[in-house]
């Protein structure tokens, strides 16, 4: 069931992390210095969003590019509705994320010695370092290979987690708000089990499953905003859900995106007939740049002894980026001070 029997008991931990996506990873990996770390994975290790992430990772590493042009570029694919405190903390924090992940062996591709940058919709310089066409499963693979060798993380595959055990469970009602952990459904048995820590993060992606056509992975439904809103936590933003703009249509296999890398080369759409919209206009006509356009849906509740850190958001968790990366793993070791 667990990467190693180092933990004696993965039912009970320092920090329990809901999703093994690079949210999740990322953040068992940082707080794992210090405490002892549960992972459960809703399927198998990497069957998240994070592996599907096609095109790469957006910084400020061409030569005569700027974190300015960066900031400047993303507040104006977001319509100035991004919160910019938070574009300048990601796009400032982008290459340090770019360093971590080489040191934790990702393979980006290389010319010449140096990084191999390309282009996306939205930016004004070549910011996009990338392994192939299939930079998420790179980052996943390397992320999950440094967790399982890692002594104080347990990584607990095939949980569904159902809702956060909080004070309205316990056997005389106290309304103190805590959070001691999560009920999981095991999907061998069909069991639901308890697993408790002192502090509680949900890292558990998007909702992008709960509409009749996206290209998000099938257990991108929402869970974890949910079991969030349930416990108390304000949940905001929801209104930013991102659809691929290009994504194949077929009704007979599962819809596929096709790369943003594709347009950012100056790739066209042509259809077999003239006057056929090419653009799907009506859900997300714009070019934005990788998942820093659009708030993230970041909830936070702390009482007592128990507390919980929520970072959810359709577009970050479904396609790897720097913005993810840098945010989650800032975002995620604020749970160490209430723990």
């Known amino acids: 069931?667990?990467?190693?029997?180092?933990?004696?008991?993965?039912?009970?931990?320092?920090?329990?992390?809901?999703?093994?996506?690079?949210?999740?990873?990322?953040?068992?990996?940082?707080?794992?210095?210090?405490?002892?770390?549960?992972?459960?994975?809703?399927?198998?290790?990497?069957?998240?969003?994070?592996?599907?992430?096609?095109?790469?990772?957006?910084?400020?590493?061409?030569?005569?590019?700027?974190?300015?042009?960066?900031?400047?570029?993303?507040?104006?694919?977001?319509?100035?509705?991004?919160?910019?405190?938070?574009?300048?903390?990601?796009?400032?924090?982008?290459?340090?994320?770019?360093?971590?992940?080489?040191?934790?062996?990702?393979?980006?591709?290389?010319?010449?010695?140096?990084?191999?940058?390309?282009?996306?919709?939205?930016?004004?310089?070549?910011?996009?370092?990338?392994?192939?066409?299939?930079?998420?499963?790179?980052?996943?693979?390397?992320?999950?290979t440094a967790a399982q060798a890692h002594a104080n993380i347990t990584l607990v595959p095939d949980k569904v987690v159902v809702d956060l055990a909080t004070s309205r469970h316990e056997e005389r009602y106290s309304g103190a708000g805590n959070v001691w952990g999560v009920y999981a459904v095991d999907r061998a048995s069909g069991r639901v089990e308890l697993f408790t820590a002192n502090a509680t993060i949900l890292a558990t992606g998007g909702a992008g499953r709960t509409y009749l056509f996206s290209t998000a992975p099938r257990g991108a439904t929402g869970d974890g905003i949910a079991m969030a809103w349930r416990a108390g936590c304000r949940i905001s933003n929801m209104e930013m859900m991102q659809f691929h703009p290009t994504c194949l249509y077929n009704l007979d296999v599962k819809n596929f995106l096709i790369t943003e890398a594709v347009r950012g080369e100056g790739g066209h759409l042509k259809t077999p007939r003239p006057g056929i919209a090419s653009c799907p206009t009506s859900i997300r006509a714009r070019s934005l740049p990788r998942a820093t356009s659009s708030p993230a849906r970041s909830t936070r509740r702390s009482s007592g002894t128990g507390s919980i850190t929520s970072i959810s958001t359709s577009a970050t968790c479904r396609r790897s980026s720097c913005a993810d990366i840098s945010r989650r793993s800032t975002t995620s070791c604020s749970a160490s001070a209430s723990i």
């Open 1 to 144: 069931m667990c990467n190693d029997e180092r933990m004696s008991d993965p039912y009970q931990s320092d920090v329990l992390i809901i999703g093994s996506g690079a949210a999740g990873l990322t953040a068992a990996l940082n707080l794992a210095e210090r405490f002892k770390v549960t992972v459960l994975a809703k399927g198998g290790l990497a069957e998240g969003s994070t592996a599907w992430a096609q095109g790469g990772i957006a910084a400020v590493l061409e030569p005569g590019d700027t974190f300015e042009s960066h900031i400047e570029d993303t507040m104006i694919a977001g319509a100035g509705l991004n919160d910019r405190r938070t574009v300048e903390f990601v796009v400032e924090g982008a290459p340090r994320a770019i360093e971590r992940l080489i040191e934790l062996g990702v393979p980006f591709n290389k010319e010449a010695g140096d990084l191999h940058l390309t282009r996306e919709g939205g930016h004004s310089h070549r910011r996009i370092v990338h392994v192939n066409d299939a930079t998420g499963w790179a980052v996943q693979e390397a992320l999950l």
